[in-house]
């Protein structure tokens, strides 16, 4: 398991150019892909900003595979890219915490390290965030507000496929207040736009 004190060099058996590789492999969707880029840039953000500094790479990867089988084994998502990484000798500290993301869902691997529950609570809600910007007239999260995520939070039937219970239920993990969840994430993705 991933402590918090690892360097970058002592817990990647995978680089970020063998990790994109991999993950086109078993994901061709333009979607899916882009999803992967927006998750390694929310997860190095998040690693920054929450003293991970040094295993930014790490997070950043994580991030990048974590939907890993979801292209080819949507109906075993979390499942069957614990073979397919463990086939390819990546590091188990990298196949436990992309599998953890989902926890309660597809598998019973709880989220543990902080960047665990910062990759199980900021997947759903980039969605959420994501689709949201879509729908202002910039069409970028650039401008985006709290209070937009917000209303649409609230808005079940609005961008429906991203879970708001897993959303909240990360927050409780991380211990942080829902907003406080949002507003990071939203800077987080403003760092993921071209």
Known sequence: MV???????????????QAWK??????TDSFQLKHALIMEGVMRYYAKSLGYKDEEEFWGIVGLLHDLDFGMYPDEHCIK????MRERGIDERIIRAAVSHGYGITVDVKPEHE???????????????????LMRPSKSISDLELKSVKKKFKTLNFAAGCSRDVIMQGAEMLGWELDDLIEKTILAMRTCEQ
Do not use: C, H, P
């Open 3 to 17: 402590t918090g004190n690892e360097k970058d060099n002592e817990t990647n058996s995978i680089t970020r150019d």
């Open 22 to 27: 991999l993950l086109n492999e078993y994901n």
């Open 81 to 84: 890219q614990e073979e397919i």
């Open 115 to 133: 960047m665990e529950k910062v990759l199980f609570a900021a997947d759903e809600l980039t969605g959420l965030i994501g689709a949201v910007a």
